[in-house]
């Protein structure tokens, strides 16, 4: 187990993820997920996978909780979803809730050590 101490603060986590091809952020809207940053197609939770999430703790700021996703499409696309969790969740709905829970999971060994 992590202790704060050790922990990779969220920005390292980001960058790494980036470097391998995960820079893209996935946005969640009512119709399905999307690329933000490029012209996309709308994606169902059965057209990704979440390879790799990590959860971040904030020790003394509550804002500082969050849930980053490290994921891939069934076309080869590959992203990230981050979300804040708690009190400073922008996405506490029932739309966000089932789409996340409707994405099979898949983890990749090789994601693990970015969070160490």
Not at 28 to 53: C, F, M
Not at 80 to 85: G, H, K, S, T, V
Not at 95 to 115: H, R, S
């Amino acid at each position: 187990m992590s202790t704060s101490a050790s922990m990779t603060p969220l920005s390292q986590v980001m960058n790494k993820l980036a470097a391998k091809g995960y820079s893209e952020e996935f946005v969640i809207k009512q119709e399905g997920a999307y690329l933000g940053h490029q012209e996309s197609p709308i994606y169902q939770p059965q057209d990704l996978t979440i390879v790799r999430n990590y959860r971040f703790e904030g020790e003394s700021d509550p804002a500082d909780m969050s849930v980053l996703y490290a994921i891939e499409t069934k076309d080869g696309k590959k992203g990230f979803l981050l979300n804040a969790y708690g009190t400073y969740s922008d996405q506490d709905t029932a739309d966000y809730d089932d789409f996340i829970l409707g994405v099979p999971i898949d983890e990749k060994a090789e994601l693990e050590e970015l969070g160490n």
